[in-house]
């Protein structure tokens, strides 16, 4: 009897696990939580945990899969306990989960202002430097202007470059990128929040893009100063639109960006909320 | 808001869940290979392909994992199995220290999140330190009593494969059953410690405030020690933690050295995920060592690198 009740109890705590697995990949949630190399693994671990369920169940012989209680000792109360902890936090966490940090969790994090804090960051797909790849290496001396084309960028109907937040951290370091935004209208999608530093009116904000290494853990929070010249009523963590003109002061020795005369406009989130 | 610890509950169960995701298939993965390790791999075949001298064979285990990479989160149920066939505890814990640092793919992930930053030179350090201190823990636990090492369960799961009843043996179908079995057993034993784990490092990674560790940055000592303690809480994957150190610009290489080494070594939820087949008492003093040894040596390597003028 006891052994019928493990078999169960293993194989439903691996439906559940599987189950998870599979409907956070076929609800696309799983995008807010996995950079997208580590999709596969997750659906694939979904499937193999579904199908180990379905085996257990049909095992044939009982005393081949004593294996499968969680505890070899046979303690049916242990069985339940290992069964809880296993599925009652997946399912609390699975419900609790908003799909995306508040401001709390992004405060708790340094904002990343300078792209040699993200080594592994590259440019968005819209805006390319026309520069060699390697002018872009943290620690590098990018002054150089000389040999590169224009990059093509994309535009809005009202003629304003689109990019990236972290398109103009790459641009304060980059001449040639540079070059594309400085004093030109742009228009970039983020999160809103306050600013941090320099902000003796409350009217500076930053605008965030959650930056994904590997999972939602590791994600850090890129920032673009933003200097509508106005308060915003709009709350914290609003997805937002801004058009302004893209500047780079001179801030401690070195180039920042900054969009300065911006409109900031309440907007929906974009399809992928991360920056890779 | 402001202050140094800042929690909220959806943000953890967030943050909880992604480590889950993140890590959970490879621990999968360890768990099938110890399942059909189990039942495929006939029992002391490691002993006779190992050197017979055991430091001779903690040197060799300290780069299996250049043939075998293994992930830090799957290694645990794999040589709990290799134990049980015969690879003795000192080569086991080398190869599970040294795996996850010294393996091709944590090259060249390293030498890529380190491109600017000397990533030659960081990745060989990282792969070199790594195995070092592996061999070095190898060597020790080689003197110890294995009582002291590993838990009672473990013990006599050993005791009882050295008596040869668990060499494989029937039809390759029923072994094939036996080893689901296995399987099943490893993933929900290990997951346990797993979710447990990931429950403390998402409620650190997402409710200590990070700003608070920056002051450390500024003395060697410091610096190495708060970068291994936040590798600790932050419970990286050891193929993609070089891209998070190589944002820590503020601190010095070394620091990110011992961020490297010791990360994949030893982290929350690998301290309870260890805890399933080592002593606790074991556990917390390896811990304790490997901070004090990695330390150690990535300050060393300070004074040596300064000293030749080498750039770092």
Known sequence: MTLLVQRFLSAGVLMVWGAVLCFLYFSGRLTAYLHPHFHVFAVSGGIVLILLAMLVLVAPD????????????????????TALVLVVPLLIALSASQDAYSSTTVLNRNYVQNISQLPGAQPSASVQPAAPADASLPGNDASSTDGGDQPEVRKNSKGEIQAEVVDFLYAAQLADMRQTFEDKQVEV???????????????????????????AADAQPVALPVHPGAKSDLPEMTWVKVHGKATFPVVGGQKRPLIEN??????????????Y | ???????????????????????????????????????????????????????????????????????????????????????????????????????????????AAFRGQEPLVVMLLRLGIGFVVAVIVGFVVHNLPLKLVLRPTALADIAQSAGGSSAPSGSVGRRLWASLGVCVSDFLGMTVYFVIGAAVAATFNTAVNQEAIV????????????????????????????????????????????????????????????????????????????????????????????HYAIPL
């Open chain 1, 62 to 81: 009982e005393a081949a899969l004593t294996g499968c209680a969680p505890v070899k000792s046979g303690a049916l109360w242990k069985s339940l306990l």
């Open chain 1, 189 to 215: 999608v983020g999160q809103l929040m306050p600013a941090k530093e320099n902000n003796p009116n409350g009217d500076r904000y930053d605008l965030v893009r959650m930056l994904m290494t590997c999972c």
């Open chain 1, 262 to 275: 911006a409109t900031i406009e309440k907007t929906d989130p974009p399809e992928d909320t991360y920056l």
């Open chain 2, 1 to 111: 808001m402001g202050g140094v610890f800042n929690f909220r509950f959806p943000d953890f169960s967030y943050s909880f869940l992604s480590i889950l995701l993140e890590g959970l298939p490879f621990l999968l993965l360890g768990t099938i290979i110890s399942g059909l390790l189990d039942q495929f791999l006939p029992a002391r075949l490691m002993t006779r392909l190992l050197p017979r001298n055991a430091y001779a064979g903690a040197l060799v285990s300290g780069l299996l994992g250049v043939i075998f990479p293994m992930c830090e989160c799957g290694i645990v149920p794999v040589i709990r199995r290799l134990m049980t066939k015969g690879l003795p505890v000192s080569n086991a814990i080398t190869y599970m220290l040294a795996a996850p640092i010294v393996n091709p793919i944590v090259a060249v992930s390293t030498m």
């Open chain 2, 215 to 306: 002051p450390l940055a500024v003395n060697d000592w410091l610096a190495t020690g708060s970068l291994m303690g936040l590798a600790t809480v932050l419970s990286l994957c050891s193929t993609t933690d070089a891209f998070i150190a190589a944002t820590f610009t503020m601190f010095p290489t070394i620091a990110k050295l011992g961020f490297l080494v010791f990360g994949p070594m030893i982290d929350l939820k690998l301290l309870f995920i260890y805890s399933a087949v080592f002593r606790k008492r074991f556990v917390l003093a390896l811990a304790l060592g490997l901070f004090v040894l990695i330390g150690l040596i990535c300050l060393r390597i300070q004074v040596v690198f300064t």
